[in-house]
T-cell receptor, first 114, second 110 residues
Framework: DAGITQSPRHKVTETGTPVTLRCHQT?????MYWYRQDPGHGLRLIHY???????DKGEVSDGYSVSRSKTEDFLLTLESATSSQTSVYFC?????????????FGSGTQLSVL | GQSLEQPSEVTAVEGAIVQINCTYQ??????LSWYQQHDGGAPTFLSY????GLEETGRFSSFLSRSDSYGYLLLQELQMKDSASYFC???????????FGSGTRLLVRP
């Protein structure tokens, strides 16, 4: 347990509705990441943050936005969910004294868009 | 792009040694890392090669050769609990983005 909590753990929603996933960390680390995982695609980076209000796009950012108003929280928002966004979403952190290749992951959020 | 290529599946026998390869077309990255993920679980960090050569951590070893654009994860004395997916990953210089390969599913048979 790296002090990362993702909520909710499971979510079922309908196409066109907004959805926000939350990642909360207890250790004040600067770098936070959102990944999605789908069969055959491994882990794909959606957005990441390198500080409060500092965020940038990853490989698959279309249809997603993020916000980081506090060090401990990194929010991922699907403005209008689509079935293609059905996936498992993982949040990750990088500890300050670790190389950027060493991330610690939360337990994930299973999102189903019907 | 930053693609990393891995075999999709590998099968091995309990007690044996297995090597999972990772090839890439990217230059200018810091190092190569490996992660393990059991079904239904989160990825967990296994090892990191910041320099060329072999890194050993217990039954697991990882190797990197930048000149060959190639790395591998070596698992020795395989146990049933090693059945999982394994991912290689790297990040480019001046980037905070850690990019993953598509993963190798390892099945350990009795």
């Amino acid at each position: 347990d790296a002090g990362i909590t993702q909520s909710p753990r499971h979510k079922v929603t309908e196409t066109g509705t907004p959805v926000t996933l939350r990642c909360h960390q207890t250790e004040n680390h600067r770098y936070m990441y959102w990944y999605r995982q789908d069969p055959g695609h491994g882990l794909r980076l959606i957005h990441y943050s390198y500080g409060v209000k500092d965020t940038d796009k990853g490989e698959v950012s279309d249809g997603y936005s993020v916000s980081r108003s506090k060090t401990e929280d990194f929010l991922l928002t699907l403005e209008s969910a689509t079935s293609s966004q059905t996936s498992v979403y993982f949040c990750a952190i990088r500890r300050g004294d670790s190389p950027q290749e060493k991330l610690f992951f939360g337990s994930g959020t299973q999102l189903s868009v019907l | 792009g930053q693609s990393l290529e891995q075999p999709s599946e590998v099968t091995a026998v309990e007690g044996a040694i297995v090597q999972i390869n990772c090839t890439y077309q990217t230059s200018g990255f810091y190092g190569l890392s490996w992660y393990q993920q059991h079904d239904g679980g989160a990825p967990t960090f296994l090892s990191y090669n910041g320099l060329d050569g072999l890194e050993e951590t217990g039954r697991f070893s990882s190797f990197l050769s930048r000149s060959d654009s190639y790395g591998y994860l070596l698992l020795q004395e395989l146990q049933m609990k090693d059945s999982a997916s394994y991912f290689c990953a790297h990040a480019l210089y001046s980037s905070y983005k850690l990019i993953f390969g598509s993963g190798t599913r390892l099945l350990v048979r009795p």
